[in-house]
């Protein structure tokens, strides 16, 4: 079944639109990743399914309900879940009190305790401060923070960012553990072999459209497109 459906959306900022004519689907229960350089559109892309932009153009479809033009909280209450790039944490408040926030609006939430289950690291940091935690730990609470809610569609902005490889795979096999579970999950990612890894079809992004999109063991195997769109050596 498909979950979500971009069809030819266009979104900007009112100067003229960054994302021209994108066209995209998700399976339920799929990790998929959209891939590209900087500035190419991968988080107006998300904003455009969140509500935050509304498409100038074109149509955004979750479980075949038109939600263009939806806002925010409408999103959220139909179960879509943004982690930002910046993973907006509180800095003052613990990782327990992070995790309070949320304004969950389900049935069937995750409990604060589900959650440190997926990241025991969370558990023994409950009562930290979000300013004292390390990058890594910052994208464990925000994805964490995210699951509260019990979403149907997870939407992750580069999760790998700033992070060392070690905790990149640590962050990775969360992702994994996730999926498993059979959350639909996409990914935007600027870590090629990351993203990679965990999805099993992907979207490359340039100048705002979809260039090219495969299973991500056919995409590995066109280095030469991937180095043209994304300058990778090794996938
Ligand atoms: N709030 C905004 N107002 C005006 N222009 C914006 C705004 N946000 C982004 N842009 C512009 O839109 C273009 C695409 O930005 P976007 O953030 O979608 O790219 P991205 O692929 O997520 O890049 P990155 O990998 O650096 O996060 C850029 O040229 C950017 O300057
Ligand atoms: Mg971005």
Do not use: C, W
């Not at 932009?53 to 806002?71: A, K, M, Y």
């Not at 003052?92 to 690291?121: C, H, M, Q, W």
């Not at 994208?139 to 995210?146: C, D, K, P, T, V």
């Not at 600027?190 to 495969?214: C, E, P, R, W």
């Amino acid at each position: 079944m498909v979950l979500l459906e971009l069809s030819d959306v266009h979104a900007g900022y009112g100067g003229g639109n960054v994302i021209n004519g994108v066209s995209l689907t998700i399976e339920e229960g799929t990790v998929v990743s959209l891939l590209g350089r900087n500035g190419v559109g991968k988080t107006t892309t998300l904003r455009s399914i969140v509500g935050v932009i509304s498409p100038d153009r074109g149509t955004v479809s979750f479980d075949s309900l038109d939600i263009s033009g939806f806002e925010p909280h409408e999103t959220y209450k139909q179960g879509i879940s943004l982690v930002p790039e910046d993973r907006g944490i509180f800095p003052d408040l613990t990782v327990s009190e992070n995790l309070r926030v949320p304004l969950v609006d389900t049935d069937d939430e995750r409990s604060i305790a589900e959650i440190y289950g997926y990241f025991p690291k969370l558990e023994e940091l409950q009562d930290s401060k979000g300013r004292n935690l390390s990058g890594g730990e910052q994208q464990m609470l925000a994805i964490g923070r995210a699951l509260r809610q019990n979403p149907r569609l997870l939407l992750l902005d580069e999760p790998s960012e700033g992070l060392a490889p070690q905790i990149i795979e640590d962050v990775g096999r969360a992702i994994e553990t996730i999926a498993e579970e059979g959350m639909t999950i996409l990914v935007v990612e600027q870590n090629t072999k990351f993203a990679l890894d965990i999805s099993s079809h992907a979207y490359i992004m340039a100048d705002g459209q979809i260039v090219m999109d495969g299973s991500t063991n056919e995409l590995r195997d066109d280095e030469e497109r991937l180095e043209k769109y994304l300058g990778v050596h090794e996938t």
